[in-house]
């Protein structure tokens, strides 16, 4: 049959393509900029009275999903916008920014190009509301006293290893907390309550007479002070993309992540992400294909802990922190098994095995005697089950090495398990070692008889230090294990070499950053990039140093406690606020651990530097650039209340560009009901991903 063509119609049905392509191209162009977007995406300008908006952030959120999600990006310098490959749903979006008061939510689906309003604020307090912490703690003023201000700041950054200063529930006083005839008296009683009371009033005392400080300020506050405004996202700052999801409880408190093996960035790719999370027992888990959260509750034979707290304003006597396996560090073997630091049994009941007495080489050469806080306990997703290993150190923050042993520091001693050896003889005994620090202070290359570290150092034997180790870190060139402790006053950064066989072939080195480059004392993490360079955070003064031993000239012999190797520490500080009137290291930030991003899982590029700055919703992140090392700011925006403790990077698909990587972590706090939300608010587990331009998709 000869089919017959309406010129007509043809005409009608041009002008019909013709006219929905220009409705693209106009929708594109609305507010004077192009974005195109994808069916999956939403994209446009946001505007303000001022005119296009760069540099603030656009959020996209929804309930609609197993879980609560979150997806937001930044401006570019026209204020153009792309929220790429949401999930289906329907979402609110709405403009965030400083210098501006949160816009209205506005529905919005996906292929939708929608520009938004953004609202400047009437004045500077409004617009504050959204600043981080650490800015609204930039108006306390730390006064003289009996206390030095050294130890007034530090005292201070105590508190941020639990929760932010600063932020809307320490700025200003709860009338839940009763009525009282002075700030100060107040700020007493604040102290006092909730889970963690008792820890917190006996830092708070310690300020002596200056805690006063604490009342001013927030009497300052309510009379209508506010801090100067953060600098806006610039430069690569404006190719993040944030993405988070609700997992665990509103009172689930610490959380470490594991998304892979960190040694094989690739493993578990588009697989399930790992929480454990101390106050509730459980692993968290989040499926990020399903976008859901589901919890696997961890087992244990030990006492339960924290079920005598004081009442909190929040949860009045209910004991939200009552728990026996207090699961804090987890990681991820090659087989996707997923290993938790996790309390077995009573500290006080340790092995034999591990003793004065025992036949065990290690127990022989450096007994532990207990207690240990945490064991390990091994989870495998594909039979469900649970393993409880026991070990004599206190197991904490860890690593696997290139042997599929897992590395944990602990005070004074490093302790691995050996997960190979184990799987075939499931002997804990036989599994473990450990090496104390020992000091070839007598130079002849090995340790033999050594004194101790309440002794002076005799030039003819070696020497053993004590030395902190919450933070431990390899070094991919030659096995090596460094340790950083977290205590006020540590300072150190130690080596340790465990040789052909340890424990008598380990041996130990100690370096310290020189006066002038350590301002304050109060290290923090450790890690070390491809090149064997040595990254350590100081939670004192705010810095990241890098330690390169290479540089050193002096390695051991009687001369080798410390400060043998200045020209091998670099300082890199970010500007920042600090307390009123107080000195340039003074600074109301703290970064708390340290990562290294060696395989680019990121997008910034290989062996980028990154720390948790806990007061500041961010990371902060050294990286080369041009020859030079650069400083960055990765800010979480929404909600207020980000603060990371560890981090994990998987690339999902090494061909896909930056959709293919991410770098993961999550909300850290002790008390999630401070975040941005209140009572009731999930933590959160969150996605960075860098992408080549502000609107790449």
């Known amino acids: 049959m000869k089919l017959r063509v309406n010129p007509r119609a043809v005409s009608l049905a041009v002008a019909s393509v013709l006219m929905a392509s220009l409705t693209w191209v106009n929708a594109q162009q609305r507010g004077g900029a192009t974005v195109a977007i994808d069916p999956d995406d939403i994209g446009g300008v946001v505007t303000s009275s001022k005119g296009p908006e760069a540099g603030v952030w656009v959020i996209a959120e929804t309930s609609e999903l197993p879980t609560k999600f979150a997806r937001m990006v930044v401006t570019d310098d026209q204020g153009r916008y792309v929220l790429p490959d949401l999930p289906r749903a329907s979402y609110q979006v709405f403009v965030r920014g400083y210098g501006l008061v949160d816009s209205a939510r506005v529905p919005a689906k996906l292929g939708q190009h929608l520009d938004l309003k953004a609202v400047v604020a009437p004045d500077g307090r409004a617009a504050a509301q959204v600043y981080p912490a650490n800015y609204w703690l930039s108006l306390m003023e730390i006064p003289k006293g009996d206390v030095s201000d050294k130890d007034v700041l530090l005292e201070t950054k105590a508190c941020y290893s639990c929760h932010q200063v600063g932020d809307l529930v320490t700025r200003e006083i709860s009338k839940n907390l009763g009525s009282y005839t002075s700030s100060l008296d107040a700020w007493d009683h604040h102290v006092t309550v909730g889970p963690n009371g008792p820890g917190m009033s006996a830092n708070f005392k310690r300020m002596g007479a200056q805690r006063k400080a604490y009342a001013d300020w927030t009497d300052r506050i309510a009379a209508g002070a506010y801090p100067q405004a953060p600098p806006r996202p610039a430069g690569l700052e404006r190719n993040l993309v944030i993405t988070m999801w609700d997992w665990a409880f509103p009172t689930s408190r610490r959380t470490d992540v594991a998304a892979t093996d960190e040694r094989t960035p690739t493993m578990n790719a588009n697989g399930r992400v790992y929480g454990s999370i101390q106050s509730s027992d459980i692993i968290a888990v989040l499926d990020p294909n399903e976008n859901a959260a589901t919890e696997i509750k961890l087992p244990s034979n030990a006492p339960q802990i924290d079920t005598d707290t004081p009442a909190s304003p929040y949860w009045g006597t209910e004991k939200i922190w009552a728990r026996s396996a207090d699961p804090r560090s987890v990681v991820m073997d090659s087989r996707g098994r997923v290993f938790v630091t996790a309390r077995i049994r009573a500290p006080q009941d340790q092995p034999a095995f591990c003793k004065d007495g025992s036949m065990n080489k290690f127990a022989k050469y450096f007994p532990l005697m207990g207690p ?49 050896t184990f799987d075939k003889t499931h002997d804990a005994a036989a599994s473990q070692g450990w090496c104390p620090a020992v000091l070839d202070t007598n130079g002849d290359g090995k340790i033999t008889e050594w004194t101790e570290p309440n002794q002076p150092i005799d030039p003819k034997k070696d020497h053993r230090i004590n030395f902190g180790c919450y933070g431990v870190a390899i070094d991919p060139l030659d096995g090596s294990l460094w ?9 150190t950064l130690m080596r340790l070499e465990r040789g052909a066989n340890p424990p008598l072939t380990c041996r130990a080195e100690v370096y310290v950053p020189p006066p002038d480059k350590m301002p304050l004392p109060g290290s923090g993490g450790v890690a070390i990039g491809t090149n064997g360079l040595v990254w350590q955070n100081w939670r004192g003064a705010h810095e990241m140093l890098s330690f390169d031993r290479r540089k050193c000239k002096v390695l051991n012999g009687p001369d080798a406690t410390g400060q043998q190797c200045p020209e091998g520490w670099t300082v890199y500080t970010k500007p920042g606020p600090r307390f009123q009137k107080a000195a340039d290291y003074a600074s109301t930030d703290m970064l708390y651990m340290t990562e290294i991003d060696r395989d680019n899982t990121l997008g910034l590029g290989k062996d980028v530097v990154l720390s948790g700055d806990v007061n500041a919703d961010s990371f902060f992140v050294v990286m080369p650039q041009g020859g030079q090392m650069t400083t960055l700011t990765l800010r979480v925006p929404y909600p207020l209340g980000f603060a990371a403790r560890a981090a994990s990077g998987r690339i999902d698909d090494p061909n896909a560009g930056w959709k293919g990587r991410g770098f993961w972590s999550s909300y850290s706090m002790y008390t999630p009901w401070h975040q941005e939300g209140g009572k009731g608010a999930r933590p959160k587990v969150v996605k960075f991903q860098v992408r080549p331009t502000p609107l790449a998709k």
């Open 372 to 420: 240990s806080a945490r064991q390990v306990e091994m989870y495998d997703p594909k039979t469900k089950q649970i393993t409880m290993i026991d070990t004599c150190f206190a197991a904490d923050h860890n690593h696997f090495d290139d042997k599929d042993a897992i590395i944990f520091g602990q005070n004074n001693a490093v302790g691995w398990l050996d997960t190979a």
């Open 483 to 491: 340790c950083s402790g977290i205590g006020v006053r540590d300072k």
